[in-house]
């Protein structure tokens, strides 16, 4: 158990519709990344949040935002979903964005959309 | 942009033998960090190994241990007396130490052991 949790572990929905993926950091961690791991893509990065702040953006959609609250938990809010948007998403925390630290990964949460 | 590479989609071994997964890297920094992930069928994300680039000495961490070259931009992963507890997808990842501290994954290397 690495100590990030995320919620919920599946969700199935439909195209067209929105859904919110929750995670929480391991206790301390300031650091939040949020990764798709697709059999196209593979794993990639989406986006990163510092104690509240945005720090940095990799391949994620215009359709696909986050946020990150002041208990430090994280939300990926995904919109008009497409059949092409069924993943699994990683959330991963570290303490700080700093030279060393490990980023530990949640289990998932296994998005299909139908 | 860095990339990694993973040249082997699949690979096997019997039961307490070694093994080798190759990764290579591309990048224009001198200073980095490389990583070993196993991602059994739990789909956990398990850090198996890391190595700091300015680290000469190759890291280990019981029966799993790196050869890292870093002129060539190579960092394998070898696996000694291979357990059924081995079997999972293995994923080479870099993280630079500027700026966004993603990590960038290979594709990975599906490793299953016969027993």
């Known amino acids: 158990d690495s100590g990030v949790t995320q919620t919920p572990k599946h969700l199935i929905t439909a195209t067209g519709q929105r859904v919110t993926l929750r995670c929480s950091p391991r206790?301390?961690?300031?650091?939040v990344y949020w990764y798709q791991q697709s059999l196209d893509q593979g794993l990639q990065f989406l986006i990163q949040?510092?104690?509240?702040?945005?720090?940095a953006k990799g391949n994620i959609l215009e359709r696909f935002s986050a946020q990150q609250f002041p208990d430090l938990h994280s939300e990926l809010n995904l919109s008009s979903l497409e059949l092409g948007d069924s993943a699994l998403y990683f959330c991963?925390?570290?303490?700080?964005?700093?030279?060393?630290?490990?980023?530990?990964f949640g289990p998932g949460t296994r998005l299909t959309v139908t | 942009a860095q990339t990694v590479t993973q040249s082997q989609p699949e690979m096997s071994v019997q039961e307490a033998e070694t093994v080798t997964l190759s990764c290579t890297y591309d990048?224009?920094?001198?200073?980095?960090?490389l990583f070993w992930y196993k991602q059994p069928p739990s789909r956990q994300m398990i850090l198996v190994i890391r190595?700091?680039?300015?680290?000469?000495q190759n890291a280990t961490e019981n029966r799993f241990s790196v050869n890292f070259q870093k002129a060539a931009k190579s960092f394998s992963l070898k696996i000694s007396d291979s357990q059924l507890g081995d079997a999972a997808m293995y994923f080479c990842?870099?993280?630079?130490?500027?700026?966004?501290?993603?990590?960038?994954f290979g594709q990975g290397t599906r490793l299953t052991i016969n027993p």
């Open positions: 991963a925390s570290s303490v700080v964005p700093g030279t060393y630290d490990e980023q530990y």
């Open positions: 206790s301390g961690d300031l650091s």
């Open positions: 949040y510092y104690n509240g702040e945005e720090r």
């Open positions: 990048t224009s920094e001198s200073d980095y960090y």
């Open positions: 190595q700091e680039a300015y680290k000469q």
């Open positions: 990842a870099y993280r630079s130490p500027q700026g966004a501290q993603k990590l960038v």
